[in-house]
Every structure is written in structure tokens, then in C-alpha cells.
């Protein structure tokens, strides 16, 4: 090969030979079963994000507006009472 020469290469099927583009019932299955994974994968992601975002958006008001029965503001939950 001399300098400034350009090489291809093309793939052509030998013979009679014509190539088998269609997919199995198994790949249907799989590859449907692999997209339903990635779209609950991306649901989760969405929804971690929200509660990193704004975490007290998914929590009741109440279980953190007003402290827990008996304790006062400022003491923890194994605080001896």
C-alpha cells in the first residue's frame, strides 16, 4: 500500500446466501423485557431525584411539623424520658 493510497473493505455475503434480518420470538421477548427494565429503571431514577430534591415534599406534615408524643423540641428519640 503506497502513501496517500485509500483502503476499504466491503462485506458481501458469499454465494446465495441472503442474510437473516428478522428476530426470534426469544429476541422479541427479551428485548421487550429489556426495554421494560430500562423504563423502570428510568422511572426510579426520576423519582430519587425528586426526593433528593425536595425531600419533605413526599412526607405528611405531621410526622414532622409537631415532635414525637412526650418529647419536647430539641430532644431525640432515644433522649431517656
Not at 483502503?7 to 455475503?13: A, L, R, Y
Not at 421494560?36 to 423519582?47: K, M, P, Q, T, Y
Not at 415534599?57 to 411539623?65: G, I, N, Q, V
Not at 431525640?76 to 424520658?81: G, K, M, T
Request: with cysteine; net charge negative; aromatic share 14%.
Amino acid at each position: 500500500m503506497m502513501d496517500g493510497e485509500v483502503f476499504t473493505v466491503t462485506f458481501v455475503p458469499s454465494g446465495n446466501m441472503i442474510p437473516n434480518s428478522s428476530m426470534t420470538l426469544e429476541q422479541k421477548t427479551m428485548f421487550a423485557f429489556v426495554n421494560l427494565l430500562f423504563i423502570f429503571l428510568g422511572i426510579l431514577i426520576a423519582r430519587c431525584f425528586r426526593i433528593l430534591l425536595d425531600p419533605y415534599r413526599s412526607m405528611p406534615t405531621s410526622t414532622w411539623a409537631e415532635g414525637p408524643d412526650g418529647l419536647e423540641k430539641g430532644q431525640f428519640d432515644y433522649a431517656p424520658v
